[in-house]
């Protein structure tokens, strides 16, 4: 595929768990796919701690293989699993769980995976959702990318409206869900810390495929309208943590037009 003039030549996405490379950042893999860009991904544990299963084998091994075969539909070039433990969603983390590991070390392993690879962005999830692992994964990923003088590094997050409408939805479906309330909602991010927005609605089919090769799993977009399944699948949603494309403001690629552009905040995170 020919490479879009100006667009990152590589991207590497860094995640906890087998889908969430597709669920969370298959949209911006096939967008970076599509401009030429070479794709990396590391994935950070099995998902061995996560629900469902398939027939008699563990579930780390079926999730490692639905990560490879999503990210072949994704058109990553490169899949990198390290050698670490899902932590699960609560309880005290166990030695060898991702949750438990030192800080430090953690983001060093990264370290060296960005200095192989040398991408000039990096992106992972911004954590919203409150998984232990994913927040562990999030501030890795930016201290390795940061340390490894990546020019920018990107958080990809759900916007705090969608996550509005989502929870008037789930209430309108399960009214027994008392614990959901508009009111109380403190899901996803600020719609004001949002640094940039990518139309990826071209690549929802091939996102559909890459999404159902995690048949282990249930979907997170499973029974949603299609106007909320829009908002979630067809724009993806970045914010900027790094960037020294621009003094002040902060600058990302848009592959639509295709070019560099201001972000239409000055904010970024420190």
Same mark, same amino acid.
């Given at each position: 595929m020919?490479?879009?003039?100006?667009?990152?030549?590589?991207?590497? #996405?860094?995640v906890?768990?087998?889908?969430d490379? @597709?669920?969370?950042?298959?949209?911006?893999?096939?967008h970076?796919?599509?401009?030429?860009?070479?794709?990396?991904?590391?994935?950070?544990? /099995?998902?061995?701690?996560?629900?469902g299963?398939?027939?008699?084998e563990?579930?780390? #091994?079926?999730?490692?293989?639905?990560?490879?075969?999503?990210?072949?539909?994704?058109?990553?070039?490169?899949?990198?699993?390290?050698?670490?433990?899902?932590?699960?969603?609560?309880?005290?983390?166990?030695?060898? $769980?991702?949750?438990? *590991?030192?800080?430090?070390?953690?983001?060093?392993?990264?370290?060296?995976?960005?200095?192989?690879?040398?991408?000039?962005?990096?992106? @992972?999830?911004?954590?919203?959702?409150?998984?232990?692992?994913?927040?562990?994964? /999030?501030?890795?990923?930016?201290?390795?990318?940061?340390?490894?003088?990546?020019?920018r590094?990107?958080?990809?997050?759900?916007?705090? &409206?969608?996550m509005?409408?989502? #929870?008037?939805?789930?209430?309108?479906?399960?009214?027994?869900?008392?614990?959901? &309330?508009?009111?109380?909602?403190? *899901?996803? $991010?600020?719609?004001?810390? #949002?640094?940039? @927005?990518?139309?990826?609605?071209?690549?929802?089919?091939? *996102?559909?495929?890459?999404?159902?090769?995690?048949?282990?799993?249930?979907?997170?977009?499973?029974?949603?309208?299609? &106007?909320?399944? &829009?908002?979630?699948?067809?724009?993806?949603?970045?914010?900027?943590?790094?960037? @020294?494309?621009?003094?002040?403001?902060?600058?990302?690629?848009?592959?639509? /037009?295709?070019?560099?552009?201001?972000?239409?905040t000055?904010?970024?995170?420190?």
């Amino acid at each position: 595929m020919s490479h879009s003039p100006g667009a990152p030549t590589r991207l590497l #996405v860094a995640v906890a768990h087998p889908d969430d490379e @597709t669920f969370g950042c298959g949209g911006l893999l096939l967008h970076a796919a599509a401009a030429g860009t070479d794709t990396y991904v590391v994935c950070a544990t /099995r998902g061995e701690a996560g629900e469902g299963g398939t027939g008699d084998e563990p579930l780390g #091994v079926v999730r490692e293989r639905e990560l490879h075969r999503a990210a072949a539909v994704l058109g990553v070039r490169e899949v990198t699993l390290l050698a670490h433990r899902d932590s699960g969603m609560s309880g005290e983390p166990q030695p060898g $769980t991702l949750a438990a *590991l030192d800080p430090d070390a953690l983001a060093a392993e990264l370290e060296a995976h960005v200095a192989r690879v040398r991408p000039e962005v990096v992106v @992972t999830l911004d954590a919203s959702d409150g998984h232990r692992d994913h927040e562990v994964m /999030r501030d890795a990923a930016v201290a390795a990318a940061t340390a490894a003088g990546v020019p920018r590094v990107h958080l990809v997050c759900l916007a705090r &409206s969608s996550m509005v409408r989502w #929870v008037v939805h789930q209430r309108a479906e399960h009214p027994d869900r008392e614990h959901l &309330s508009v009111e109380d909602v403190e *899901l996803g $991010t600020p719609d004001e810390l #949002v640094t940039a @927005t990518l139309d990826v609605s071209a690549h929802r089919s091939r *996102l559909a495929e890459a999404m159902a090769e995690h048949a282990s799993q249930d979907s997170p977009y499973d029974g949603l309208p299609e &106007s909320l399944l &829009s908002d979630f699948l067809d724009t993806v949603r970045l914010r900027t943590v790094r960037d @020294t494309g621009a003094a002040g403001l902060g600058r990302w690629w848009d592959h639509r /037009r295709p070019g560099w552009v201001e972000a239409r905040t000055a904010t970024l995170v420190p």
